[in-house]
């Protein structure tokens, strides 16, 4: 049963690349997602499983995690089971149900074929970023570029080659902000009801990262078109009566208390302590202060690990990573500048993610293995402001191939007023 599945999502692979995309595109598309779905598998048998690469941890706690959902099916029933019934289910329960989904139907463990969804979900991703890039005004050889880079780029091809949550984490976070991005070209209020169920999905995978999107996801309902708008006014005066009846009772909500001391946690200087006991752990003399060092800490979130550095053998594999994101700051600060002269509120709703994001989680920076798979979701809006960058520029006046043409055309004399009336005699040349 499990070989079957693996066979089917292969066949939805197939049918969702027809369905995506023009036949044209279809054709060019589907064998470098083909390619990166078999590699994936590979990956996972040969490499993670097979004990080549001594990473990971996660995947096998969520595999038992799951196999703990499929008990409680089989004595409670069908249903969406909690933290209270399963309490290793904290912060993992979509990817969880789904790797339970499968156990329950192959009738044991199949990590294979949670591999297998894993991969066609990390496709999906692909497919989703190539519309993103289109969004924000890639052509269409940049938006194929990206595809392309994004299957097969290093973090996140490990992490969706196994029982991870990191490739749903990414999907949903790239799809949320790209429907804030279409609401930002055309509002519709569709958009937002398809926006409430990746939430949802999201909070039970990564709950921070909803927080993380709000900002984005609010401008993408607002439209700032106009300095004012009437829409920006209605929200805006309804958040702050709604602030100043409720702020004892917004501060006690589970999802602010929750937001609250996760940060707290992730800040906290014996969690960064532990977290850089391991082999890739970074010490920083912030004097236990989460804020000071930023500068430093934020150099390692975004450029870690260095070239220099030693380590296992997932740290070097993870400089591969490191040179390719050097690639894609440069020119995702090209494609910023051009960004900023075409669409500027565009260019604001994927920074409100970047920037923020970034300092969050530089806040929290002890362990480059850790910062090198929860900066997978910045590193995937960073190559969508590349692709304005890899954009073919079209002549302009100045370039050489514009002056050269203009070097070979006569130099036009005086201009000559015609007469007005028919049969007029032309004037006389000037002398």
């Known amino acids: 049963m499990e070989y079957v599945i693996v066979a089917a999502t292969a066949v939805a692979l197939i049918l969702l690349v027809r369905a995506c995309f023009e036949a ?34 996660d995947n096998i706690g969520y595999e038992l995690t799951a196999m703990e959902i499929v008990n409680y099916w089989k004595s409670e029933g069908f249903q969406f089971v909690s933290t209270e019934q399963v309490n290793s289910l904290y912060s993992a329960a979509v990817p969880c149900h789904v790797f339970a989904l499968v156990i329950y139907v192959c009738g ?32 269409e050889r940049s938006a194929y570029r990206l595809l392309v880079l994004v299957a097969f780029i290093p973090a996140f091809l490990v992490h969706t080659s196994d029982m991870f949550k990191d490739g749903f984490n990414a999907f949903l976070v790239v799809a949320c ?32 990262m909803v927080f993380m999107c709000a900002v984005p996801l609010l401008l993408g309902v607002v439209n700032p078109r106009r300095v004012v708008s009437l829409r920006l006014m209605l929200i805006s005066v309804v958040a702050l009566v709604c602030a100043a009846v409720f702020v004892e009772e917004i501060t006690a909500t589970a999802p602010a208390t929750m937001m609250q001391q996760e940060l707290e946690q992730g800040q906290a200087d014996n969690v960064r302590r532990s977290n850089a006991s391991g082999d890739s752990g970074v010490v920083f003399d912030d004097g236990g202060n989460a804020w000071s060092q930023l500068g430093p800490k934020l150099v390692y979130t975004l450029l870690s ?41 565009m260019l604001l709703l994927l920074l409100l993610f970047i920037v923020p994001g970034t300092i969050a989680y530089a806040t929290t920076m002890a362990n480059i293995g850790l910062i090198f798979r929860q900066r997978i979701p910045i590193v995937m809006v960073i190559s969508l402001l590349a692709t304005i960058a890899w954009n073919k520029v079209p002549d302009r006046a100045g370039s050489p191939a514009v002056e050269d043409a203009a070097a070979e055309e006569p130099v036009p004399g005086p201009a000559r007023v015609a007469s007005a009336r028919p049969g007029a005699a032309a004037p006389p040349p000037a002398p």
């Open 305 to 345: 690990p260095f070239p220099w550095m030693g380590g296992s053998m997932a740290l070097q594999f993870g400089k591969l990573e490191a040179l390719l994101l050097y690639y894609l700051l440069y020119c995702a600060a090209r494609g910023a500048r051009r960004l900023w002269d075409s669409d500027r509120r």
């Open 177 to 208: 902000l790209g429907l804030a991005a279409s609401n930002v070209q055309r509002f519709d209020i569709r958009k937002i009801a398809l926006l409430l169920p990746l939430l949802w999905a999201l909070w039970h995978v990564r709950p921070y």
């Open 24 to 57: 044209d595109t279809a054709w060019r598309v589907l064998p470098v997602l083909m390619l990166a779905f078999i590699i994936r598998l590979v990956t996972h048998v040969l490499v993670l499983r097979g004990g080549s690469l001594d990473y990971g941890g």
């Open 108 to 139: 044991g463990f199949a990590p294979l074929a949670c591999t297998a969804l894993v991969a066609l979900l990390a496709c999906a991703m692909c497919m989703v970023m190539y519309k993103f890039a289109r969004l924000i005004g890639a052509d």
